[in-house]
């Protein structure tokens, strides 16, 4: 079962960077963006974190906590998010507890064969936890000003 439109993220505890464990509650009373990227230091991952990392202060003062998910591992995370400079904090969903919560596991192909992997996706909650908006195997470009807007026009 995916979390839809409403509903809000299950009870979970994820290890993120910062030595900080991820949990919907950690969001409580703001309103979370969790995007879902493929690979740590892959071009389209890094426009894309970049992008959040350069609009961070309009999502802060937009009263809206942004986290990143992907399947790769806490050291890996770190390095990532010291090179990009990220303002956030990179969960390590190596277990794939919150990509399956999403649904963002999909076949694709690279380079000719199929492989498994994320959907490039974004999941903004409001400040109850509920789902607000889903955004799913979007392109990176813009895509960043549009959930800004979301955010700002969901209470």
């Not at 960077?17 to 740590?40: E, H, I, M, Q, R």
């Not at 990392?53 to 998910?69: C, M, P, Q, Y």
């Not at 690279?110 to 607000?132: H, N, P, W």
């Amino acid at each position: 079962m995916t979390v839809a439109i409403g509903q809000p993220i299950p009870p979970c505890s994820i290890p993120a960077t910062s030595s900080l464990t991820f949990s919907p509650a950690s969001a409580k009373g703001k309103k979370l963006v969790l995007y879902f990227y493929p690979k740590d230091m892959t071009p389209g991952c890094t426009a894309e974190s970049g992008e959040f990392r350069d609009n961070i202060e309009a999502f802060t003062k937009a009263n809206t906590l942004i986290v990143g998910v992907s399947r790769d591992s806490l050291k890996s995370h770190d390095n990532f998010r010291s090179k990009l400079q990220l303002p956030f904090e990179l969960v390590a969903d190596t277990e794939e507890i919150l990509c399956q919560l999403f649904g963002v596991i999909k076949m694709k192909n690279m380079y000719g064969k199929q492989v498994r992997g994320i959907e490039r996706s974004t999941f903004l909650f409001d400040s109850s936890g509920k789902l607000a908006q889903e955004w799913r195997g979007l392109k990176v470009p813009g895509h960043v000003t549009d959930v800004l807007q979301a955010a700002q026009a969901t209470k």
